[in-house]
């Protein structure tokens, strides 16, 4: 397993939170199989079938399953590769339905009063490095619709704010440009200015620093932008990032700008945000078409 986990990490170059997810899955597997009298290696088709519905029996989601299975999937063929197997006990489970779940987004209104709050704090007179961070943090959240571990692993010379642009590592440490607005700009060249000297201790090259001038976790990021959003909003950095495409998409950007700014690989995945889009058109539809419910109650 930890020969699988080092060929996830160098070969494939996947982040260490997706190695952690991959062992995590097959040490929950590897238990389920010695309940059995078996061994991970030498498993079979029943020992999966019987590893999914136990999980099915506990209430776990199938997107959830699908996941598993598809970490098992890819174990059982690298030891096929090696040929250290001879048969892979997953290849005639079929992949659990889970249906379409379309991304969670705040609305345009909900996302810049988010970022007005934190503005007027970094723009204050006696404003401190933490509040030039955390606001620069927001703007480039939205503004790029980076994931939280692309924000947390971001260095100073990634960023290229005299063109308007950052460069990104994100998913199987694959590199992408993205674009920032003026706004994002701004709060990168306070923080980086007033704001970062000092937190940052002897050489450290990570852009976002904790007070202690440690790289911030991703566990963090998620509780800041949980507390800068406010009363009534439970906001994530992943709802900021779906907010930014969904926002590009309601105001006519094409899927493949979009696919390219978000670093999907497939363009099925960002085909999600038309489903999105669609549902701001018909509420734009009921409340000013002639012949919409709410303009027919209203006339009522």
């Not at 986990?5 to 494939?12: F, G, H, S």
């Not at 085909?271 to 000013?288: D, F, M, S």
Request: with cysteine; glycine share 10%; hydrophobic share 40%.
């Amino acid at each position: 397993m930890q020969e699988f986990i080092a060929y996830l990490r160098v070969e494939k170059g996947l982040r260490p939170a997706s190695c952690e997810a991959y062992q995590v899955d097959l040490e929950q597997f590897a238990e389920h199989v010695e309940g059995r009298n078996g061994v991970l290696v030498s498993a079979v088709q029943a020992d999966v079938s019987a590893f999914m519905e136990g999980l099915r029996g506990h209430g776990v989601e199938s997107r959830s399953i699908a996941r598993k299975l598809s970490a098992l999937r890819g174990f059982y063929r690298w030891l096929l590769m090696d040929k250290r197997i001879d048969h892979d006990p997953t290849v005639n489970i079929e992949t659990p339905s889970s249906g379409k779940v379309l991304p969670k987004s705040l609305a345009e209104g909900e996302v810049g009063e988010m970022l007005e709050r934190t503005g007027v704090a970094a723009r204050a007179a006696d404003a401190d490095g933490l509040a030039l961070r955390d606001h620069a943090i927001l703007e480039l959240l939205y503004a790029g619709g980076l994931r939280v571990g692309e924000i947390c692993s971001l260095h100073v010379e990634d960023l290229h704010l005299d063109q308007a642009r950052a460069q990104v590592r994100g998913k199987g440490d694959k590199e992408r440009i993205v674009p920032l607005g003026r706004s994002a700009v701004e709060a990168l060249e306070r923080y980086l200015s007033l704001g970062r000297p000092g937190l940052v201790r002897g050489m450290q090259r990570t852009l976002f620093l904790s007070v202690r001038g440690n790289a911030l976790t991703r566990q963090w990021v998620w509780e800041m932008v949980k507390s800068a959003s406010g009363t009534g909003t439970k906001a994530s950095p992943h709802m900021l990032r779906h907010s930014c495409a969904t926002h590009m998409v309601e105001h006519g950007a094409d899927l493949r700008s979009v696919q390219t700014l978000l670093g999907h690989a497939d363009i099925a995945t960002t085909q999600v945000y038309t489903h999105v889009a669609l549902g701001h058109l018909k509420a734009v539809h009921r409340a000013h078409h002639p012949r919409g419910k709410k303009r027919l109650r209203v006339d009522a």
